[in-house]
C-alpha cells in the first residue's frame, strides 16, 4: 500500500536538499537556481520503526523490512503557476496524484541564497503557494461543473453527488479557503477524493531554519507555528542542511553529531512519523525465522483488508487472524510463549487490526 507525500513550496526553500536527506541519495540536484528540479522525483523511505528490531531479535528473523512512504519532490511553484508560470501545470498534475502535501517554508536568513521574492517571510511563502492551489482548483470545477449537470439532469445519481460536492468546494474556493475547509459528509467522502482537488488533501508545514536555531526554532517558524494552529496542520522544524550532512554518516557518526546538536534524533524521524499520522497510518507486523516485516495500513480497516496489503488472495481466501498484540509478543518471549500465556487471539472478518499487532493470516484460495 504506496502513500505519497508531495514536498511544495517555492524555489530556493529547501525542498530538494529535504528530499535529497530523505532519500539519502543525490536524486534531486539541489542549486540555488530556481526550477533546478526539471521533473518531479519520487523517494522510497522507510519508516523509523524500533520495534521492528525487538521483534526480529526475538524471533531469530534473518531479515528486516520496514513499512515504506513516499515521498515526491516538485519543483518550486510561483505566483502564477496555475496558468502556467514556470513550469506550473505539469507539477500542479503531479500534486493531484500525492495523498498529503508538506509545505516547505523557509525559515532562514541567507545572502548567499537566493529568495524568489526577494525577502524572507515563511507565510507569504505559504499564501502564495496555496493561493496557486486554489486557482488551479477553481479552474478545474469550474470547467466540470456543466458536463455533471447535464448528466445529472438525464439521472445520473452520481454526477447529482458530485455537483453537491463540487458546489461545496466553490463556495469555500471564492470565498479565498482551500477545499479542505469544507464539512464533507462521512458517506460523501469517497467522491470527495475522487474530485482529486489540491486544496482537499491534509497539509503538513516543514520549517527549514538555520544550523543555530534546529533545536529551539526561531522568530519565522513561531510565526508557522502560530497560524497552523488556525488550521489545525502539524508542524516540523527541521534543518534541512544538518539533514543532509546526518544522511552521509554511518550510524555512529550520526549519534555523536547528533549528540553534539543536544537533538534526541533527526528531524527526518519526526517527519516521515508526522507524514505517518497526517495520513492517519499505523503499522502491524509480521514475524518468523525468515523475515519480521512492518506493513502499513489506514486505521481502523478490517483484518481481511490489512492481509490484501500482503496479496490479493489473502484478502479473498481470509479464514482467520491469528493475533498477538506487540506487548504481549515482547512479554511472553516470542509467539510460543504468548500461545502458552493465552495471549494469541483468533479474530474474524470484523475485527479492526490494532497498531503493533503481530499478525498470522490463515487463508484459503
Given at each position: 500500500?504506496?502513500?505519497?507525500?508531495?514536498?511544495?513550496g517555492?524555489?530556493?526553500?529547501?525542498?530538494?536538499?529535504l528530499?535529497?536527506?530523505?532519500?539519502?541519495?543525490?536524486a534531486?540536484?539541489?542549486?540555488?537556481?530556481?526550477?533546478?528540479?526539471?521533473?518531479?522525483?519520487?523517494?522510497?523511505?522507510?519508516?523509523p520503526?524500533?520495534?521492528?528490531?525487538k521483534?526480529?531479535r526475538?524471533?531469530?528473523?534473518?531479515?528486516l523490512i520496514?513499512?515504506?512512504m513516499?515521498?515526491?519532490d516538485?519543483?518550486?511553484?510561483?505566483?502564477?503557476?496555475?496558468?502556467?508560470?514556470?513550469l506550473?501545470?505539469?507539477?500542479?498534475?503531479?500534486?493531484?496524484?500525492?495523498?498529503?502535501?508538506?509545505?516547505?517554508?523557509?525559515?532562514?536568513?541567507?545572502?548567499?541564497?537566493?529568495?524568489?521574492n526577494?525577502?524572507?517571510?515563511?507565510?507569504?511563502?505559504m499564501?502564495?503557494v496555496?493561493?496557486?492551489?486554489?486557482?488551479?482548483?477553481?479552474?478545474?470545477?469550474?470547467?466540470r461543473?456543466?458536463?455533471?449537470?447535464?448528466?445529472?439532469?438525464?439521472?445520473?445519481?452520481?454526477?447529482?453527488?458530485?455537483i453537491?460536492?463540487?458546489?461545496?468546494?466553490?463556495?469555500?474556493?471564492?470565498?479565498?479557503?482551500?477545499?479542505?475547509c469544507?464539512?464533507?459528509?462521512?458517506?460523501?467522502?469517497?467522491?470527495?477524493?475522487?474530485l482529486?482537488?489540491?486544496?482537499?488533501?491534509?497539509?503538513?508545514?516543514?520549517?527549514?531554519?538555520?544550523?543555530?536555531?534546529?533545536?529551539?526554532?526561531?522568530?519565522?517558524?513561531?510565526?508557522?507555528?502560530?497560524?497552523?494552529?488556525?488550521?489545525?496542520?502539524?508542524?516540523?522544524?527541521i534543518c534541512?542542511?544538518?539533514?543532509?550532512?546526518?544522511?552521509?554518516?554511518d550510524?555512529?557518526?550520526?549519534?555523536e553529531?547528533?549528540?553534539?546538536?543536544?537533538?534526541?534524533?533527526?528531524?527526518?524521524?519526526?517527519?516521515?512519523?508526522?507524514?505517518?499520522?497526517?495520513?492517519?497510518?499505523?503499522?502491524y507486523?509480521?514475524?518468523?525465522?525468515?523475515?519480521?516485516?512492518?506493513?502499513t495500513?489506514?486505521?481502523?480497516?478490517?483484518?481481511?483488508?490489512?492481509?490484501?496489503?500482503?496479496?490479493?488472495?489473502?484478502?479473498?481466501?481470509f479464514?482467520?487472524?491469528?493475533?498477538?498484540?506487540?506487548?504481549?509478543?515482547?512479554?511472553?518471549?516470542?509467539?510460543?510463549?504468548?500461545k502458552?500465556?493465552?495471549?494469541?487471539?483468533?479474530?474474524?472478518k470484523?475485527?479492526?487490526?490494532?497498531?503493533?499487532?503481530?499478525?498470522?493470516?490463515?487463508?484459503?484460495?
Amino acid at each position: 500500500m504506496g502513500f505519497k507525500c508531495g514536498i511544495v513550496g517555492l524555489p530556493n526553500v529547501g525542498k530538494s536538499t529535504l528530499f535529497n536527506a530523505l532519500t539519502q541519495t543525490a536524486a534531486a540536484q539541489a542549486a540555488n537556481y530556481p526550477f533546478c528540479t526539471i521533473e518531479p522525483n519520487v523517494g522510497e523511505v522507510a519508516v523509523p520503526e524500533p520495534r521492528l528490531a525487538k521483534l526480529a531479535r526475538i524471533a531469530g528473523s534473518k531479515e528486516l523490512i520496514p513499512a515504506r512512504m513516499n515521498f515526491v519532490d516538485i519543483a518550486g511553484l510561483v505566483k502564477g503557476a496555475s496558468k502556467g508560470e514556470g513550469l506550473g501545470n505539469q507539477f500542479l498534475a503531479t500534486i493531484r496524484e500525492v495523498d498529503a502535501v508538506l509545505y516547505v517554508l523557509r525559515c532562514f536568513d541567507d545572502d548567499d541564497i537566493t529568495h524568489v521574492n526577494g525577502q524572507i517571510d515563511p507565510l507569504s511563502d505559504m499564501e502564495t503557494v496555496e493561493t496557486e492551489l486554489m486557482l488551479a482548483d477553481l479552474e478545474s470545477l469550474e470547467k466540470r461543473v456543466a458536463s455533471a449537470e447535464k448528466k445529472a439532469r438525464s439521472g445520473d445519481k452520481e454526477a447529482k453527488v458530485a455537483i453537491a460536492l463540487m458546489d461545496m468546494a466553490l463556495e469555500q474556493l471564492r470565498e479565498g479557503h482551500p477545499a479542505r475547509c469544507a464539512d464533507v459528509p462521512k458517506d460523501a467522502r469517497k467522491a470527495w477524493r475522487a474530485l482529486q482537488l489540491l486544496t482537499s488533501k491534509p497539509i503538513m508545514f516543514v520549517c527549514n531554519v538555520d544550523e543555530g536555531s534546529v533545536g529551539t526554532g526561531n522568530d519565522y517558524s513561531r510565526t508557522v507555528e502560530d497560524f497552523a494552529k488556525t488550521d489545525g496542520a502539524p508542524v516540523v522544524v527541521i534543518c534541512a542542511q544538518i539533514e543532509a550532512e546526518l544522511a552521509l554518516l554511518d550510524a555512529g557518526e550520526r549519534t555523536e553529531y547528533l549528540a553534539e546538536l543536544e537533538l534526541d534524533e533527526p528531524g527526518l524521524d519526526r517527519l516521515i512519523h508526522a507524514g505517518y499520522q497526517l495520513l492517519d497510518l499505523q503499522t502491524y507486523f509480521t514475524v518468523g525465522p525468515k523475515e519480521a516485516h512492518a506493513w502499513t495500513i489506514k486505521k481502523g480497516i478490517s483484518a481481511p483488508r490489512a492481509a490484501g496489503v500482503i496479496h490479493g488472495d489473502f484478502e479473498k481466501g481470509f479464514i482467520r487472524a491469528e493475533t498477538i498484540s506487540y506487548d504481549d509478543f515482547i512479554a511472553c518471549d516470542g509467539e510460543l510463549g504468548a500461545k502458552e500465556a493465552g495471549k494469541m487471539r483468533a479474530e474474524g472478518k470484523t475485527y479492526i487490526v490494532a497498531d503493533g499487532d503481530v499478525l498470522h493470516f490463515r487463508f484459503n484460495v
